[in-house]
């Protein structure tokens, strides 16, 4: 009976996404609260964002030539040279206050394959196209070097496997329809069954935690009248990123633009934008303050359009930044120009930088790990490069 029980409890715990009772961490240790009082979201946009049509080089005398079917509304002014499409509008707010950037022409080592599949991996693992894409991701590396992180410290969220954050380092996990409801007596007695056993015992405490803290959620959501789940998602994180959480992670799908992408790209950019406004709504502006949220693809798109009004698998892509901590209002990085001879392979927007560069040393300004630890531990083999000064 007992066993039994103790099973139905591991299948609805699982539910739940409750990663502790896999972790070797998950002992009868008090953990202290995360060391640093910042916060970082990273969002995965799945399928290869097309970064020449959501930030637009207007300004470069080449890219007239090549876009013509996609462009089918105009774009919002930046600064003179690149435009915004015009679906991430209600974004504009947030450049003129200065918490919202992007870095062009970046991408990770993955060259030539153009698998969605390969991207992502290296993407999430961190590593190099040349070297062993590793089991763990980045996020989780990056707390394994920090002491006294606490389970609440990191979440993973939504129904994706969030790579990035898999490792030994704890990290709760959660998805929008996650739900555990156990009648009070269920309760009690699940409680006695894994009274005698920490890491049942801890297990159960992080389910009720969870369960609880998505039903909170939820019933604000109701009341404000955000339903759609990137927006539960958002303001799942935001909940928990303004108590103990200071690292959260998750994706958004739809990027992968092949034809048609005048009506496809609006309808991911949408989502995209109303999470980093619904971030910002729901955190506390002190902490909305010293977060820095940056949503990076596994590549970008050719520089040309193909023959279905659409774009393919390419190179060089965008990496987007918002957040108070951000130094936004601009868009960083250096412009290779799309003119022939300056694409990729004649077909794709040149890679400039390592995306992973941005990423580390937006980590070291917020969490202040050193740059070796950087490159050889979160990011092996990665040179970080000079400080691109992407943080406040």
Request: with cysteine.
């Amino acid at each position: 009976m007992t066993s039994l029980s103790r099973r139905r409890f591991l299948t609805r715990a699982t539910l739940v996404g409750c990663s502790l009772a896999a972790s070797p961490l998950l002992t009868p240790v008090s953990f202290a609260q995360a060391p640093w009082d910042t916060r970082l979201v990273v969002i995965i946009l799945r399928g290869g964002m097309d970064g020449l049509d959501v930030v637009r080089p207007i300004g470069d005398p080449g890219f007239a030539a090549l876009r013509h079917a996609t462009l089918r509304d105009p774009g919002l002014d930046l600064d003179g040279f690149f435009q915004l499409h015009p679906a991430l509008g209600g974004l504009m707010p947030m450049w003129q206050r200065g918490q919202l950037g992007f870095v062009h022409a970046v991408s990770t080592p993955y060259r030539d394959k153009r698998s969605h599949f390969d991207g992502q991996d290296l993407l999430e693992a961190g590593t190099s196209e040349d070297g062993v894409v590793a089991r763990d991701g980045w996020l989780n590396r990056m707390l394994q070097q920090v002491p006294g992180v606490h389970a609440d410290t990191a979440y993973a969220i939504g129904h994706s496997d969030m790579r990035l954050l898999n490792g030994a380092a704890p990290v709760a996990n959660w998805a929008p329809d996650s739900d555990l409801r156990l009648s009070p007596q269920a309760l009690r007695l699940a409680e006695l069954v894994m009274e005698s056993d920490p890491q049942m015992h801890a297990a159960l405490a992080e389910a009720m935690s969870l369960s609880e803290g998505a039903q909170a959620a939820m019933m604000e959501g109701d009341a404000s009248g955000r339903q759609t789940p990137h927006a539960e998602i958002a303001h799942y994180a935001a909940d928990r990123l303004n108590k103990d959480a200071r690292v959260a992670a998750f994706s958004l799908n739809g990027w992968d633009t092949h034809r048609g992408q005048a009506n496809l790209l609006p309808r991911a950019l949408k989502p995209l934008q109303e999470t980093l406004l619904t971030l910002e709504k729901s955190m506390r502006p002190d902490a909305w303050q010293k977060t820095a949220v940056i949503a990076m693809t596994e590549f970008g798109r050719t520089a040309r359009e193909n023959g279905t009004r659409g774009t393919d698998h390419g190179t060089g892509g965008l990496m987007v930044m918002a957040g108070g901590a951000v130094r936004g209002g601009k868009v960083h990085g250096q412009w290779p120009g799309v003119t022939p001879d300056a694409l990729y392979g004649g077909r794709d927007l040149m890679p400039t930088r390592d995306v992973r560069a941005h990423a580390a040393w937006i980590m070291r300004g917020l969490t202040g790990i050193d740059n070796a630890t950087l490159e050889r531990h979160v990011f092996p083999g990665l040179e970080m490069g000079a400080d691109p000064q992407l943080l406040m």
